[in-house]
């Protein structure tokens, strides 16, 4: 196999003959056998989705969760989405994957609701590829009419890339989906060039600020700033606030103090798999919190 590499590097030619010796050659294998068994996982519906908690930091409940892509692969073991989504993306195998998220999104909702449990609003993650379908919109009033689920329990959450290279293009779309009642976050907010003028003529509903700013926003005081000036921004411009990644207390006091509206992270949660819906403390007192309303 390394025969075969360097045979092909120096046949190659010598400009690209590292290309083919060291990271990258095995990146690239990598990504390879990621996309095959990526496939394969797909249609052996191996996937699973499972929900990270988003909480209220006023009042500390539970108001939403985030689905979120896991796939424990037979062969290559636990596969992070930070590394297969991008590989989904370029392959785009990501319409398909972005559809079986979708569509699991749809039966866990109705599921939980037959066992009895409150559900709070379930985020998806969605790609920028998935929102150019021309059939984005129609496969989802398809899904709302098929699984009857209540659009205000759902969520879409769209990074803040799409923004700067589909601005003009993904408009409409938005404003339809919005219109459903579906409300729409910008995620990993912060770390792309655009600015929160973008988000004045777009309906979005929710800022998430991306962990970056979070990690070391007690360390870092210019990380600080920013956190507390995007909070304030956003707030002007009616936007809620939601920021990822808290991991300890003394960063949610810090999102407290700036007035950070809603939080999530390893300091609340990880995300769950489905069947701790019923038992996990923050859904069951959110039920509770409802049954002593009633
Ligand atoms: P994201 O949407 O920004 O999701 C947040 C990521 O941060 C998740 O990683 C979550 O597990 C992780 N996280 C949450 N709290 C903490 C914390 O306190 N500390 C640290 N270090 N990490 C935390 P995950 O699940 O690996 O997902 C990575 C990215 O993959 C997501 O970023 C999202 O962009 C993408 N992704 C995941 N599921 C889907 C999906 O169903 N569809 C699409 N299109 N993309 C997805
Ligand atoms: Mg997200
Ligand atoms: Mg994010
Ligand atoms: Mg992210």
Redesign the pocket.
């Known amino acids: 196999n390394a025969d075969m590499a360097v045979y092909e590097a120096k046949t190659a030619g010598r400009a690209t003959y590292h290309f083919y010796d060291g990271e990258m050659g095995k990146r690239f294998a990598r990504n390879v056998r990621i996309e095959t068994r990526l496939r394969q996982a797909l249609q052996n519906d191996v996937l699973e989705?499972?929900f990270?908690p988003k909480v209220d930091l006023l009042s500390e409940r539970c108001v939403g969760m985030?689905?979120?892509?896991?796939w424990n692969d037979e062969e290559l073991g636990a596969v992070?989405?930070?590394e297969f989504?991008p590989i989904?993306?370029h392959t785009g195998i990501?319409l398909a994957?972005?559809d079986w998220?979708f569509e699991q999104a749809f039966r866990h909702i109705l599921e939980w609701q037959e066992q009895g449990v409150q559900v709070p609003p379930i985020a998806?993650?969605?790609?920028a590829a998935?929102l150019r379908r021309p059939d984005f919109l129609s496969k989802l009033l398809a899904l709302l009419d098929q699984y009857k689920v209540d659009p205000s329990l759902l969520e879409i959450?769209v990074?803040e890339s799409i923004l700067i290279k589909d601005a003009e293009g993904c408009a409409e779309l938005l404003r339809q989906i919005s219109r459903l009642g579906i409300k729409l976050a910008i995620?990993?907010f912060g770390t792309g060039y655009s600015s929160l003028s973008y988000l004045k003529d777009l309906p979005f509903d929710y800022v998430?600020i991306?962990?970056v700013f979070i990690?070391d926003i007690i360390e870092d005081k210019n990380h600080a700033i920013l956190t507390k000036a995007i909070i304030g921004l956003s707030h002007d411009l009616n936007l809620k606030v939601i920021a990822?990644?808290?991991?300890n207390i003394e960063q949610l006091i810090y999102l407290q103090e700036f007035g950070c509206d809603i939080g999530?992270?390893?300091?609340f949660s990880?995300?769950l798999g489905a069947n701790s819906m019923s038992s996990d403390p923050m859904i069951v007192a959110l039920n509770e919190q409802d049954d002593s309303i009633d």
């Open positions: 989705l499972h990270q985030e689905a979120l892509l896991r992070s989405p930070a989504v989904a993306e990501i994957l972005g998220v998806i993650n969605c790609s998935q959450e990074t995620d990993d998430k991306d962990q990690r990822e990644g808290i991991t999530q992270g390893y300091f990880k995300a």
